[in-house]
């Protein structure tokens, strides 16, 4: 059996990737072939696999033989989930392998804001030593309210750290949280208007759906105090873009950290780029070796399983 792999490869991922496959299957990867091998491949897949490539109507339409798509991930969104819906195809992803790794760089793009350490040290290497202009001119996470939207995995292993940093945590999400989780994160369930009222930092955990797209937009915004941050790791169609350059430049909130964007890849002249309370990356994520590992694990699984049924 086959699986096309749709996503660009660095070599170490690529050495990854051949080296966890399951045995007896051969890895095409979508990068590699030129146009008429990608059609004649197409059809002859048994297995899709894909992190963020959109996996369109017409690539779908054209799997004629594909058992299964593969989300290496969580967020599906970048699946066309009408079309696989209409020729049956399954979709599984990987549930909770990248969640240490998104938990994590929310935790970093939170302190790297509140101690501005982008432009120290780029002032270090541009041979300034700004000690005494930026003392005093930072915050701490400890004794901060820490709001999060979306509660799932993302969410929780989030609070935990957050948590560790002597933060209050509160959360928002469509569904509650079971008890026990709520104790464990001493976590408090509360609506989406008093989560942007009172937190100091907020932070986005969940999908990109009709119902979520734009959640963040001028009027929510505004809800939020002069001295909050907001840290988008979730999807970049969460936040209107537009309405948060303009809070930030505004003095409406206080910075953002950004890793997911509303089209991507983002270029220099991206205006959130202009501004300096804003912390930018380039939807790393999940990107950490770890966390492939966990989830090429998972996804093999899937595939090895959905093959001996
Ligand atoms: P999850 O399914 O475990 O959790 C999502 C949570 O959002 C659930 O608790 C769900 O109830 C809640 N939710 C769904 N719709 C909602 C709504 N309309 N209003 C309020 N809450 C709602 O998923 P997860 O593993 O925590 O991942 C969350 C999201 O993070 C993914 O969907 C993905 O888009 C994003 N993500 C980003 C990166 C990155 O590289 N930055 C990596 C992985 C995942």
Known sequence: PSILYFDQVNDQMRALLKRLKPEGFELWFWHDLDEDERNARLPQADYLMAATYPLDQHILAKATQAKLVQKTGVGVDNIDLPKATELALPIANTPGANAPAVAELTILLILALYRKLPVLHQSMKEGKWLMWEFRSSSYEMQGKTHGLIGFGQIGQETAKRSRAFGTQIIY???????????????????????????????????????????????????????????????RGGVVHEQALYHALKDGVIAGAGIDVWESEPVHADHPLLQLENVIASPHIGAGTIDTLKRVLATAFNNIQAAENE
């Open 172 to 234: 928002y999400d469509k569904f509650r949280a079971p008890a026990e989780v709520e104790e464990q994160l001493d976590a408090r369930f509360v609506s989406l208007e008093e989560l942007l009222q009172t937190a100091d930092i907020v932070s986005l955990h969940i999908p990109l759906l009709p119902e979520t797209r734009g959640l963040i937009n001028a009027k929510t915004l505004q809800l939020m105090k002069k001295s909050a941050v907001l840290i988008n790791v979730s």
